[in-house]
């Protein structure tokens, strides 16, 4: 069975985490979101993986290689201009003409029966199917409405208040017959969800939905990354220590995923579920509580507690310092004496002096330095960047 993953998205909404990696491959559990998404395809029987590539995609084709390491054949296709969602499969089309094919995006963290979709495609009589799933808010998302017969009688793209006449939002995976081809042009940016649907309905072309069920996210955002980390942290059953660990007078609560040579002081505490990469170094009375991943190389200081984040590789966290539900991007510095709040993005390379408070929902750019004392209320830039953090 074939799929092709869409990975030409620069990762705007992700800023500052998307200036030095694309989108499919921003860690989660300290691997590229991307190697999660197609090791679970090939365990449902999707062994032939074409990906479409453009933003900084030599970091997707070493996360991947050949797909071996995954027990998949992968065929990259390079997009030179950006040709939208539709477009860019187009792109790829003589990898897939022979047979139904599934299509995901590249950010997608998903629990879902892909088979069963796939499926269902093949007994129904569309030329596309569409994955919907059952949402809390679909105001950030496409939703449908549908019939008895799973048929799409309508689309609308964000809806605002009043015009919510479902919250079935498309998880932007489709399962499409070669035929769609021929209503997709060649060399222009073209969408599903803004002109090839539309347009196919508009022809008479039946369009049917799958309903999901399970854990989806196309991770649009720092919350919903931390909460797809999450799914990913609930799976690991059991604790695995990969390599030497030394603990003195410590205690870990599994179940936890620790590297090589990860050292835990005294009377520091772990609990599960966790992830540590290797080389990290936790000092006296530290507490992890559940659910963080810590990267590689990383060096936990006295007293520090870290609950519900992400830390990504070669990061320090200073003395009696507290992070909660955010995510510390790669060599960053944070003194001691800091408060990072919830739903925090701190890019890489920064610098929080001593005693900085970060309230919630702040996003720092890669290479600032925060001087001693600061509350840092707003976003922080930096000029040498990009500073927009709408789109893909």
């Known amino acids: 069975m ?96 022979e047979q139904p094919f599934l299509v995901v995006g590249g950010d997608h963290v998903v629990g879902l029966n892909l088979l069963e979709f796939y499926r269902e495609h093949l007994a129904n009589d569309s030329i596309t199917t569409i994955g919907l799933i059952s949402i809390d808010d679909p105001t950030e ?94 799976d690991i059953g059991f604790t695995n220590i990969s390599g030497d660990l030394y603990i003195k007078g410590a205690r870990i609560m599994g179940p936890a995923q620790i590297g090589s040579c990860v050292s835990v002081a005294a009377n520091s505490r772990v609990i599960g579920p966790v992830s540590i990469g290797a080389g990290t170094i936790i000092e006296e009375s530290v507490v992890i509580g559940p659910y963080t991943s810590i990267g590689e190389g990383c060096i936990i200081k006295n007293s520090a507690k870290i609950f519900s984040s992400s830390i990504y590789n070669r990061v320090v966290i200073g003395s009696d310092t507290t992070v909660s539900g955010s995510i510390i991007d790669n060599d960053t510095l944070i003194g001691s004496g800091c408060n990072v709040e919830h739903d925090t993005v701190i890019g890489p390379h920064v610098v929080l002096k001593n005693n900085v408070v970060v309230h919630s929902g702040t996003r720092l750019w890669p290479e600032v330095i925060v001087p001693e004392g600061t509350v840092v209320k707003e976003h922080v830039l930096n000029e040498d960047y990009d500073t927009r953090t709408e789109g893909s």
């Open 2 to 97: 074939k799929v092709c993953i869409m990975c030409g998205g620069e990762g705007t909404r992700l800023r500052p985490l998307t200036f030095g990696r694309p989108k499919p491959c921003i860690p989660i559990v300290n691997k590229p979101s991307i190697q999660h998404l197609v090791s679970h395809l090939a365990n449902l029987g999707f062994n032939d993986v074409v990906i479409t590539l453009g933003y900084m995609s030599e970091a997707i084709e070493a996360a991947l290689g050949d797909g071996s390491l995954f027990g998949v054949n992968v065929t990259y296709v390079h997009e030179k201009t950006k040709l939208g969602t539709a477009g860019s499969v187009k792109n790829a089309q003589k990898y897939l003409e």
């Open 141 to 234: 998302y496409g939703i449908a409405e549908i019939d008895a017969n799973y048929q799409i009688k309508r689309f609308k793209e964000k809806p605002s208040p009043g015009e919510i006449f479902s919250n079935l939002a498309s998880t932007g995976m489709y399962v499409c017959d070669p035929d769609v081809f021929d209503h997709i042009p060649t060399g222009e940016k073209f969408d599903f969800a803004r002109n090839l649907f539309p347009e196919l309905m508009e022809e008479g072309y039946p369009l049917k939905a799958w309903l999901a069920r399970g854990n989806w996210s196309d991770v649009g955002s720092p919350r919903s990354l931390r909460e797809a980390e999450r799914w990913k942290l609930q």
